[in-house]
């Protein structure tokens, strides 16, 4: 029974106006299911498994048709580009919302308190993923509630990103966190598409310098190159697990949420913010995609002198699942999910979906 109630909590459908934990937060539309859906069950047939990544296999960037492999390198290319700008960039597109919405995740996933996989005490030890963790925006706010506002300092976060750049802006970001937060921290480059191969951050002074030099003198890319992996992260070894506007950029998602569920400990949670679509308020969709397809663009070429990047962020947005369509796509990955799997942020602008990784 108190098993069941906190599973409940962890997953519960937060509401768009909670930042605190009410009761009514607790209901659901229906109950949970505790065993893996049927479209979880393992490929048996010879159809193609899409869940592992091709880099020769089409996919999307922006409007454009490319392969996996080519649109890895080009998110790579625009977020090396964006790197310096990009959190002042976040303020002036969204007019500080993505603020807002960070906040609301962070709070609705409670860091410091996982009583699903911490065992006996619900506030003991949390290892915290924070995929494609760029300038670090959820790791801090995940150390800020757990240390201070749960007590728990027995939480580390672990920041992932494949790119470099985002990284390096991420960790002289952190040189002004209190030195128990910093300690709790650790960088890693890792694709999200297989964190079986992953390395520390060995930062570089700019990260506008799209390019490093290893000891011999020849340049390494910006972005994570797997053949230089050192470490990898275990199966069944993170509580919470979490993305934040990146995987919208991934190649292929499938693979992430497959690689997701393999990390993660039984009853540890799997958590996404990402935009959505806000199609059910019409005048206010066709309001939005005004701002996004005419404005964001030239932000971008006016305060980043650079448009091309803005311009895909946009487009991406537009090309990722509805709600109901990457709801399907976690359960079909292995989550348990409550409700709808999903709450919606400004009438659908953004959206934070939420799945549980099985207990047995
Ligand atoms: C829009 S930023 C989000 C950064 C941060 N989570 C935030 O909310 O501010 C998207 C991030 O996804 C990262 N990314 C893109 N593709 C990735 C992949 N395959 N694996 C890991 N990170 C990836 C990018 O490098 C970038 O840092």
Not at 16 to 36: G, I, N, V
Request: net charge neutral; charged share 20%; with cysteine.
């Amino acid at each position: 029974m108190a098993a069941r109630t906190a599973l409940r909590r962890a997953l519960r459908p937060v509401r768009s106006s909670a930042f605190t934990h009410s009761e009514q937060q607790l209901r659901f539309t229906r109950p949970f299911s505790t065993t893996l859906p049927s479209r979880a069950a393992p490929n048996t047939t010879n159809a193609p498994d899409y869940a592992v990544p091709d880099p020769s296999r089409p996919t999307h960037f922006g409007f454009e048709t490319v392969t996996e492999g080519e649109k890895r390198e080009r998110v790579a290319g625009v977020f090396t580009s964006v790197a310096e700008s990009y959190d002042r960039m976040n303020d002036l597109m969204s007019f500080g919302w993505h603020r807002v919405w960070k906040d609301h995740f962070v709070a609705s996933l409670n860091p410091g308190f996982s009583p699903l996989t911490a065992g006996p005490d619900p506030r003991g030890p949390q290892h915290i993923l924070d995929i494609a963790g760029g300038t670090g925006d959820i790791a801090f706010r995940m150390l800020r509630t757990a240390h201070e506002l749960n007590g728990n300092t027995d939480v580390r976060v672990t920041i992932s990103d494949i790119n470099r750049a985002m990284l390096t802006v991420g960790k002289q970001r952190a040189e002004s966190l209190p030195a128990s937060h910093q300690a709790a921290l650790s960088f890693v480059e890792a694709n999200a598409e297989n964190l079986t191969q992953t390395r520390p951050l060995h930062a570089y002074p700019s990260a506008v310098e799209p390019t490093t030099h290893d000891a011999h003198g020849n340049s390494e890319q910006a972005f994570f190159d797997p053949a230089t992996a050192t470490g990898s992260i275990p199966s069944s070894s993170v509580d919470l697990y979490t993305v934040a506007f990146g995987i919208r950029n991934f190649s292929n998602i499938p693979a992430a949420l497959r690689e997701a569920h393999r990390v993660l400990k039984p009853g540890g949670v799997f958590a996404c913010l990402e935009f959505s679509k806000a199609t059910r308020f019409p005048v206010f969709n066709a309001l939005y995609k005004e701002w996004s397809f005419r404005a964001i663009p030239l932000i971008g070429q006016l305060v980043a002198a650079d448009r091309d990047s803005y311009q895909y962020l946009v487009e991406s947005i537009e090309r990722f699942p509805s709600q109901g369509e990457f709801r399907d796509m976690i359960v079909d990955a292995g989550f348990v999910v409550a409700g709808q799997g999903y709450e919606d942020l400004t009438g659908g602008v953004a959206a934070i979906h939420k799945g549980m990784k099985p207990r047995a």
